[in-house]
Structures are given as structure tokens and as C-alpha cells.
Nanobody, 121 residues
Framework: QVQLVESGGGLVQPGGSLRLSCAAS????????MGWYRQAPGKERELVAA???????NYADSVKGRFTISRDNAKNTMSLQMNNLKPEDTAVYYC???????????????WGKGTLVTVSS
């Protein structure tokens, strides 16, 4: 089995910062692309930022210049540094990874259960 677990969410004031972390564990051979998604109340889940195994990144226009995605391939971890947070960033943030597992020897997308980020004064 493969598990992705997010941490680091919480309540922060507008203009503040948070750092989200994602740790992947279990029967992992290799992780290719990873990403952070978010889902606000009443809205569809959207891509926030993604990173390839080689470190290439892309961001949603709404977070460019404020959020930074990074990863550590040796530790199977990923982070999202979020600065200058806005109320519209309030959402549940999910970690996702494209994983080759040793259980099934095939690629599959795995998701964490999410961590809540609330930006409010």
C-alpha cells in the first residue's frame, strides 16, 4: 500500500505564511510527478502547483509569485511554501503523486486525505 499524508494546515491571518508538507510511504518504487490541489467549499478541486521528478514546476495563475513547491526525491516528500496568503486561498489542500508501487508494479495516482488551510482575520 501507498500512503500520502499532508501536514501543516491551520488558521492564518491574511498576509501570513504557512508551509504544507506531504510525506509518501509504503510500497514505493518511484514517484514521478507530484502536485498540490485544493478544494474550497462549493467549488471543484483545482491544481495549485505541480513538480516533476526533475524539479520542473508549474503554478496556477492565482498563486504565482506567492507559493513555492519543492520536493525531496530521496525522502519521498513534497512541500508547499505559501506566502502572502489571501482569504480566497482558504480550502482543503491535497497532496497527489504518480507512484510506481512494488505491490502492483504499475503506476497509479495516490492522494492524501487533505489538510485545511483557513485564511481569516
Amino acid at each position: 500500500q501507498v500512503q500520502l499524508v499532508e501536514s501543516g494546515g491551520g488558521l492564518v491571518q491574511p498576509g501570513g505564511s504557512l508551509r504544507l508538507s506531504c510525506a509518501a510511504s509504503g510500497s514505493i518504487i518511484r514517484i514521478n510527478a507530484m502536485g498540490w490541489y485544493r478544494q474550497a467549499p462549493g467549488k471543484e478541486r483545482e491544481l495549485v502547483a505541480a513538480i516533476t521528478r526533475g524539479g520542473s514546476t508549474n503554478y496556477a495563475d492565482s498563486v504565482k509569485g506567492r507559493f513555492t513547491i519543492s520536493r525531496d526525491n530521496a525522502k519521498n516528500t513534497m512541500s508547499l511554501q505559501m506566502n502572502n496568503l489571501k482569504p480566497e486561498d482558504t480550502a482543503v489542500y491535497y497532496c497527489e503523486g504518480s507512484v510506481l508501487s512494488s505491490t502492483y508494479f504499475q503506476w497509479a495516482d495516490y492522494w492524501g486525505k487533505g489538510t485545511l488551510v483557513t485564511v481569516s482575520s
